[in-house]
C-alpha cells in the first residue's frame, strides 16, 4: 500500500526538518515555506493531509486554509494547524476556517503522531465510501452520480486554467437486440467486458470513464484537445470490436460493437457542461445515423 502524502508548511527550514523526521518512515512527506508554495503544491498532488502552521510572511495560515476549502477539488483535504499561537479565539478561527484539528507549539512528538494517524484513518475511511458511494452496482466503474460529480470538478478547474475539456459520449449499437437473443444474463456479463475496457483506455487523474446509463458510457478528458480525444475515442471503439463478443442480431457486425460522439470546448463564462454534453450526444446521433460502429466529433 502507498504511504500517505502530508504537505508541511512552515517558513522555518528547521520546523521542516524536525517534522519530517518525526514523520519519514511510516508517511511520505513535501515541504512549502509559504502559503502560495502550499496552495501550487495542493492543486498538483492533491496530499492526504496538510500540517500547517500560523505565523507566516505575506499570507497566514489561516488564509492558506481558506483557499484550500474554496476549492471543490481540495476542500476535502484534512487541514491541521501546528502553530505557536495559543490564545483559544486563534484555536477557534482555526477550526471556523476549516481545521480539523489544532495543535500548540512546543508540541509533543507521541500526541503529533497519535492525531496524524487519526486523521490520516478518518481520510482514508471517508476515500472509501465515498468511492463505494460513485460506483455502478453492475460494472463497478463509476456511476452517473460520480460523473456529475467529476465533470462539474474538472469544468470548473479548466475555466480556472484556460485548458480543453473533452467528453466523448459511448452507446452499445444494437444492445437491445443483443437482450433480447442472449437474454439480460449475458447482456449484463456484456456490458462488464465494455466498461473495463473503456477504463482501461483512461488513465490519467484528468480522466473518468463512467456509466451514463443503460447501454450508455460517457469519457470525460481533462486537458485534452480534439485530436488527442479523436485518437482515444478510436482506440476505445477499436478495443470494444477487439473483444470479439458475439452478437448475431446486429445488422453491421457478427460481433458487438460501439458508436461513440465527441466534443472538446475551453469553458467560459458563456458555456455549461450540458452544452459540451449536448454536443457530444448531437454526434453520437450522427454516428448512428451513418451507420454505427464509428467516431462522429465536434470541433
Known amino acids: 500500500m502507498e504511504k500517505p502524502l502530508i504537505l508541511l508548511v512552515d517558513d522555518n527550514p528547521k520546523n521542516l526538518q524536525v517534522l519530517g523526521s518525526l514523520l519519514e518512515g511510516t508517511y511520505k512527506t513535501a515541504v512549502a515555506e509559504n502559503g502560495a508554495e502550499a496552495l501550487e503544491f495542493v492543486k498538483k498532488r492533491f496530499p492526504d493531509l496538510i500540517l500547517l502552521d500560523i505565523l507566516m510572511p505575506e499570507m497566514d495560515g489561516f488564509e492558506v486554509c481558506e483557499r484550500v476549502k474554496a476549492l471543490p477539488e481540495t476542500r476535502d483535504i484534512p487541514i491541521i494547524f501546528l502553530s505557536a499561537k495559543t490564545e483559544t479565539q486563534d484555536i477557534v478561527k482555526g477550526f471556523e476556517v476549516g481545521g480539523v484539528d489544532y495543535i500548540t507549539k512546543p508540541f509533543h512528538a507521541p500526541e503529533l503522531l497519535v492525531r496524524v494517524h487519526t486523521h490520516i484513518e ?3 475511511k471517508t476515500l472509501i465510501l465515498q468511492s463505494i458511494a460513485g460506483r455502478d452496482g453492475l460494472t463497478m466503474i463509476p456511476n452517473r452520480r460520480r460523473f456529475d460529480e467529476f465533470l462539474d470538478l474538472e469544468w470548473r478547474r479548466c475555466l480556472r486554467e484556460q485548458t480543453p475539456l473533452a467528453f466523448i459520449m459511448i452507446d452499445i449499437d444494437w444492445f437491445k437486440r ?11 456479463e456484456c456490458l462488464k467486458q465494455i466498461a473495463q475496457t473503456i477504463c482501461k483506455s483512461v488513465r490519467r487523474p484528468t480522466d473518468l470513464a463512467a456509466r451514463y446509463g443503460g447501454e450508455e458510457f460517457a469519457v470525460v478528458l481533462g486537458n485534452t484537445g480534439a485530436q488527442q480525444a479523436m485518437m482515444i475515442a478510436e482506440n476505445i471503439r477499436t478495443a470494444i470490436e477487439g473483444l470479439q463478443i458475439p452478437h448475431n442480431a446486429s ?4 460481433v458487438v460493437t460501439i458508436s461513440l460522439g465527441v466534443a472538446t470546448v475551453i469553458p467560459d463564462a458563456k458555456t455549461s457542461p450540458e452544452d459540451l454534453i449536448n454536443a457530444a450526444d448531437e454526434r453520437l446521433y450522427e454516428a448512428k445515423n451513418a451507420g454505427r460502429n464509428q467516431v462522429r466529433y465536434s470541433l
Do not use: A, K, P
Open 122 to 124: 478518518l481520510r482514508r
Open 178 to 188: 443483443y437482450n433480447d437473443l442472449y437474454g439480460h444474463l449475458q447482456g449484463d
Open 251 to 254: 445488422e453491421i457486425s457478427h
